[in-house]
């Protein structure tokens, strides 16, 4: 958070205008949950919400291509390459299969319905460092081969 309003009062003096009002979303999203749940922001609060801002924004990419609206589609890989820059390094797919692998061999699950023990050992793990769908879909995948 406090790189992110470093950056904002660089973006200001440098008149970057596409940072500025990415750095603002952040902000304006990381005000709101601070405000509205009376907390302080965390990290895995704050990574949360610029993994939202990104997830929008490559939802929206994806719009933009299926429509060829190169102007857009330019704008919002800019967006994307700015939110990224406030996420910690993100964890290959392989760390995250070990990590799984470390979750199952303590909490042994034995049906999908000890998914929910699975994502709770592995989540704190890997939020905002890795796809938590595509973790998902990877514990499912280890839970239905047993």
Do not use: H, W
């Not at 070990?98 to 049906?111: D, S």
């Not at 905002?128 to 998902?136: C, E, I, L």
């Amino acid at each position: 958070m406090e790189q992110l309003l470093e950056d904002l009062k660089q973006a200001m003096r440098d008149k970057d205008a596409l940072r500025l009002s990415v750095i603002r979303m952040v902000k304006g999203d990381v005000d709101k949950i601070r405000i509205d749940q009376k907390c302080e922001i965390t990290d895995t609060i704050f990574y949360g919400v610029v993994e939202k801002q990104l997830k929008m924004r490559e939802d929206a990419l994806e719009q933009f291509t299926n429509a060829g609206r190169e102007d857009l589609m330019e704008q919002t890989k800019k967006e994307i390459q700015i939110l990224k820059t406030y996420l910690p390094e993100q964890l290959e797919e392989q760390d995250v299969i070990n990590i799984i692998e470390e979750a199952f061999e303590k909490i042994k699950p034995e049906t999908i319905r000890d998914m929910g023990k699975v994502m709770g050992y592995v989540t704190p793990l890997i939020k905002g460092r890795f796809d938590m769908k595509k973790a998902s879909s990877l514990i499912q995948q280890k839970l239905n081969t047993k």
